[in-house]
């Protein structure tokens, strides 16, 4: 309630950035919106005449739909809660969620991570068929004769459906009787023109983020890579509330599978449009993510995961009909999920081992995977040591007041000199808040300059330090600095969400530690993986305690390791057995079941 006009103030939470903004009564979504300072397109003005505006509605009250979304939706549109952002107002705390068509600017995702030559070896092969010189003396028709040649190659059960018939005929047809049959096993998947590339599909499935790569599965080369956010967000910051989710709706799992079978496919799309190929044509799939995601997506019952002590349904690697969850591949692509190893330590971690061959070396590794959910392995002397960290959203800006995710304009670097503040955004654009590595910055920074103390606390008698309505806070942009609209500001609140995340990581490390009766000292070479992670200030993060003091020359940020995983799963089915052979190999370590690790944790929060 605002106190001066006595008119109710609704808290809205709009997806997929993470924002949120209190709003008077009557404000529409999209006056919502921009006083969060995004983009959202509305062309017309926000007038309701142009439709470009579209926000799907998660959970609140709103108003009733007008005529002119009823005309410009439709009623499909309408019953799926789409609605118009400039003609739909919130009449309680509400979450909405902006599709991609509807927001002007992206969050930035990180794709790339080292990629190891990996010599191809998939699951799916060509079989060249060439009926350019028919016999007239065998009066055959071209299927019979597409049938009698795979016979001839052992292909002895192998069924040829009506329209791969047809897709057959019409590719024999523009190549004067050439055709590449594609197989896996007696599996045939699709038919290609033989100048056609052999295309596979490799996912890293994260719970903030979906990076994809669509690849020549014969040479081995990515030929077109992209990502989005991950349209679950709208029903879930993390994978426990996307498991209550999943738990408090009838229909709750099968929605979060849905809409991220959804965000696959258009994907997907998008990126075999760049290769000028149709989904179609897509041969197998591989998708990495850790245990929930997984399990949401295979349709696997997710609740255990959601409840002590967090047991997988399955920790199994699985080869599934693509179709069978609604990828819109080829007709019998297969897709395979590499194993799990634990309740959150799922196939994106093992991805990452893959990737980085740190299991292979001899010396004392600790690599770390970090995200909303963080995974750590450590390596020393033949045992292979791993746990999963709660680390929480903080890092994606949420929980935190001026915080938002990785889109432009947003603080990603804070350097305080004297008086002076320095910010550097994403994309150079004015600053419209802070996402995760500024506000790690932004920590370690005030904590150098005496600002904070080691619990937090803010230093109340530094004259950087202001006051507003009796709390403190520091001002990183004031209103008007760089197109900032309001001062973006850290409090102590904010300061308390990144204590509680750095503190779940470095606890974790500290068990795994003493588990191999070891000492930072003995960490020959530290990892760092993830898109989050990519962007970290290493030093920044050993000063606010986050990692162990390791020299910063044994520390090494490799990118977006799970997907290099993935796609050397993709391109090799030995990587795949190497995967899972992985398995037998590792001592999973349950930080709920430690006795004593709410003192690691406790000790942990200290800048």
Known sequence: MNPATSQPEFTITIEPYGRRVSVPEGTTLLEAARQARLEVNAVCGGRGTCGACKAQLIAGSFSDPTPQEENLLGAAALNSQFRLACLTSPRSDAVVHFPPESLGALQRLQLEGGQNAVPPHPAVRRLEVDLSSP??????????????????????HTDLSEELQQKIIGILQTTGGKVSLVLDGQRLVTALSPEDHLLGLAVDLGTTKLAAYLMDLESGATLASGGILNPQIAYGEDVISRIQYADEHPDGAKTLQQVLVEGLNDLTATLASQLQAPPEEITDCVIVGNTAMHHLLAGLPAHTLGTAPYLPASVEAMRLDAHSIGLKLAP???????????????????????ATRVRHSRKTVLALDIGTNTEISLFHKGRHLSCSCASGPAFEGAHIRHGLRAIPGAIEHVFIEGDRINVQTVADRPAVGICGS?????????????????????????????????????????????????DITLDRQDIQQVQLAKAAIRSGVEILLREASIGADDIDLLLVAGAFGTYLDMANCQRIGMFPQVPLERVHQVGNAAGAGAREMLVSTLKREEAEAMLDKIEYVELTTVKDYVDFFTDAISL
């Open 135 to 156: 016999d007239p003396s065998r009066k055959q028709s071209d299927p019979a004769r597409v049938r009698e040649a795979l016979k001839v190659n052992g292909y002895l």
């Open 332 to 354: 019998d692509a297969g897709l395979y999920l590499p194993p799990n190893i634990a309740g959150f330590v799922g196939g994106d971690h093992v991805a990452m081992l893959l």
């Open 438 to 486: 500024g506000i790690l910055d932004a920590a370690a920074e005030m904590r150098r300059a005496g600002m904070i103390n080691s619990r937090g606390a803010f230093n109340k008698d530094d004259p950087r330090i202001t006051q507003k309505e009796g709390r403190a806070e520091f001002v990183l942009v004031p209103a008007g600095q760089f197109g900032a609209g309001v």
